[in-house]
């Protein structure tokens, strides 16, 4: 029967003050920390263009003009075509130029292209408008998705890292560690940097990662899915069926309508779409240097 004496002196305490220590001791239990959601957002498909299926999608970027630059992948069959938003024929393309190499992302910086390999550690510069190769860049790692932000390159490795480079050098310049609330987002893809934010796709999965481009922190989700279900019920019906490979990948701004193009690996279909966040921005223009 001690309880109730003690029981006693604890409300005298609180009674006299004593109680600051206590009260900050019972403050925390009383507290709900709600967590921080990421939205999810879902984007509405505006336009619908043919899309090459034989095209292993690693790369893509709006030109203005209703062109595109892309890259694919697949060994033996990598290349960079510069192509017809409308047709989804490429007016003019090359090969990957190490015969050996698996392709990766593509960028239009100024007046050159810049287009990544898988493993072998090497990323070709061409002429953006003739595509006839200028110049090569080694660099260590993974090469996986490229972009740039006006001033650097911006590519990706399969890791969680978007790394800032130099467009001359190929130097890496700054690193940024993408997260959800604090964890690790990993397998980073293809890129597009638009407004202030990376988009990137997230290697097998139906998400694409809007990330803040100085904290590296995802902002929001959008989610592809719907489209992954037309395009898939598509190649299913023409006898063409999709594969495990078959994923998401290719993400381009289109400045003049405040849009997205959104595709993927072997995919029949390249959708454009309005994504909130997502402004017109005509002072960007087209970037690629003039068609010869």
């Known amino acids: 029967m001690r309880a109730r004496p003690l029981l006693l002196c604890s409300c005298l305490l609180l009674a006299a003050g004593g109680p600051a220590v206590a009260q900050s001791a019972l403050t925390p239990a009383t507290q709900t920390v709600t967590p921080v959601t990421v939205p999810v957002i879902a984007p509405v498909v505006t336009a ?36 017809d938003l409308k047709t989804g ?43 006839k190769e200028t110049g090569r860049f080694r660099y260590g790692g993974e090469g996986w998705g490229l972009t740039h932000d006006g001033k650097n390159l911006i590519m990706s490795n399969g890791t969680s890292a978007l790394v800032w ?22 397998n980073l893809n293809e890129l597009e940097y638009v407004q202030g934010s990376v988009y990137a796709n997230v290697w097998l999965t139906d998400r694409i990662a809007r990330i803040d481009a100085q904290t590296g922190k995802v902002t929001a989700w959008i989610d592809v899915s719907a489209l992954t279900r037309e395009v898939s019920r598509e190649a299913a019906q023409a006898g063409r069926p999709l594969t495990f490979d078959d994923v998401p990948n290719g993400i381009a701004f289109v400045p003049e309508r405040g849009t997205l193009l959104l595709t993927g690996k072997r995919w029949g279909t390249l959708f454009e779409v309005k994504v909130p966040g997502v402004k017109v921005d005509p002072g960007v223009g087209g970037r690629a240097a003039p068609r010869p």
Do not use: N
């Open 48 to 83: 619908r263009y043919p899309h090459d299926r034989a095209a292993f999608t690693e790369g893509l970027q709006y030109l203005g003009g209703g062109r595109y630059m892309e890259s694919t992948g697949e060994t033996g069959r990598s290349g960079v075509r510069r192509t």
């Open 89 to 131: 024929k490429p007016e003019l393309q090359v090969a990957t130029p190490l015969a050996t190499a698996f392709g990766e992302g593509v960028t239009v910086l100024g007046s050159t292209a810049y287009h990544l390999t898988w493993q072998a550690g090497l990323a070709f510069a061409f002429d953006a408008a003739t595509l």
């Open 165 to 186: 480079r130099d467009p001359k050098t190929f130097r890496s310049v700054r690193t940024v560690r993408v997260t959800d609330q604090a964890q690790a987002v990993k």
